[in-house]
DNA sequence: TGGCGTTTTAAACGTATGTTTGAAACACTT
DNA sequence: AAGTGTTTCAAACATACGTTTAAAACGCCA
């Protein structure tokens, strides 16, 4: 129970401050201040901080993508051949999105803000992690956004892509202030699915945009 | 011309410093070597290195904040009462963007990079010196996108405003890797104003999007 | 209960950071 | 050329960081 106990406090302290702050701007010490636990565990339990940011990706990722890749496998049996859809395989997405989170909400958000950070900060090594550990579902998603919209050029479709990830990323990045803001401006609450129900339609559209530049 | 010169040198060499390996994880003294001036001149030219961070992106923000007023206006006595139309307002923005950095199309990318880093990183004091200083013109430029848009409800556009935005920041800020991997991926090389030419109708699909979620 | 591997602890290590200092070098007016 | 205000410089300062250490505390099986 030690060990189990003093990781996973290290984990939850260390999920919420680097969402928080960043990554090089959180120290050890704060993290092992909040965890409550020796500032050595860390160092005793991960070995340095890099393995440390690593493993509070693995905690998430892992079940999501194990997750994502069944949903995958079961909707590409359900089509039986025929080509994928886009709004479904977007849904399918966020829906599972949401579910590896579903008992916390606040997670997926605070997962989201890190995801935008290992991107944004240096990290290189934590892109490589991403990238070796998890590639392959995403370019499984890929092959599946590639059948769901046959008419694109693959130019087209490269960019758009590309687009469509900025869009979420930078959204889910700071769901928080978002919906703080939209509740200011719009006098109306809002929690992440709604913002992703807002999301998904524009996404589409934009994807399968037909204005010429 | 001693204390130009200096000061110049500082702030190139943060520019793209700070646009490489973020804020926190650049030193003054990876500054001051690179720029060729002493440690101690960051701290007599600028008085911290808070208030460096703040003058790199005050020089490039007040030359293109004060063209993007003059288009607006001249654009705003065109209309004459007109609504204005969605893509000129796009096409009126990005090419400010790209002329303010006509001689070296680079100093856009980089500048781009460090507008994301700024609200990734924690960098609380530069979001409020960035909204105190330059909010007004996004203020008025919003109010414009809100005009040629009048079938969009205020929660649709509030939403899809900030999708847009997301899309543009992720896009432009990591536009060095995108093109390299556009060429990798299509044979096809591709500078920011070709990246530019793909996302303005995928932002103006996804804004005017008429798909329900 | 005694012994042993695991975990926790307080303290220290070496290094890097932003900032300050006071003297030297410089530019420019008188 | 002397004097004055500005700029540069090498050095030091105080602080914070990630990591290591060696002893203490703990958990558990014999």
Redesign the interface.
């Known amino acids: 129970m030690a060990q189990k106990d003093t990781a996973r406090s290290i984990l939850d302290a260390a999920e919420e401050l680097f969402s928080e702050?960043?990554f090089?701007?959180t120290s050890l010490r704060n993290i092992t201040t909040k965890a409550d636990v020796n500032l050595a565990a860390v160092n005793y339990h991960f070995g340095s901080k890099k393995s440390l940011i690593q493993a509070v990706f693995a905690r998430f990722l892992n079940p999501f993508v194990a997750e994502l890749d069944k949903v995958l496998s079961r909707y590409e049996r359900e089509l039986e051949g025929r080509p994928a859809d886009l709004?479904m395989l977007l849904r399918l997405l966020s829906d599972t999105a949401l579910s590896s989170a579903a008992d916390k909400p606040q997670r997926l958000n605070i997962f989201m803000r890190l995801l935008?950070?290992a991107?944004?900060?240096?990290q290189g090594h934590l892109r490589r992690f991403l990238r070796l550990e998890y590639g392959h579902v995403f370019l499984r998603y890929s092959d599946l956004l590639t059948q769901s919209t046959p008419e694109l050029s693959?130019?087209?479709r490269?960019?758009?892509v590309?687009?469509?990830?900025?869009?979420?990323?930078?959204?889910l990045?700071?769901v928080d202030s978002?919906t703080a803001m939209?509740e200011h401006?719009?006098g109306?609450p809002a929690v992440t699915a709604d913002?992703i129900?807002?999301?998904?339609?524009?996404?589409?559209?934009?994807?399968?945009?037909?204005?010429?530049?």
């Not at 991107?119 to 240096?122: D, E, L, T, V």
């Not at 590309?162 to 959204?171: N, P, Q």
């Open positions: 702050r960043g090089a701007e709004m935008g950070l991107y944004s900060q240096g693959d130019e087209d490269f960019w758009r590309h687009f469509m990830l900025g869009a979420t990323m930078f959204t990045n700071g978002l939209a401006d719009l109306k913002v129900n807002h999301l998904l339609p524009f996404l589409a559209s934009g994807l399968q945009s037909s204005i010429r530049g």
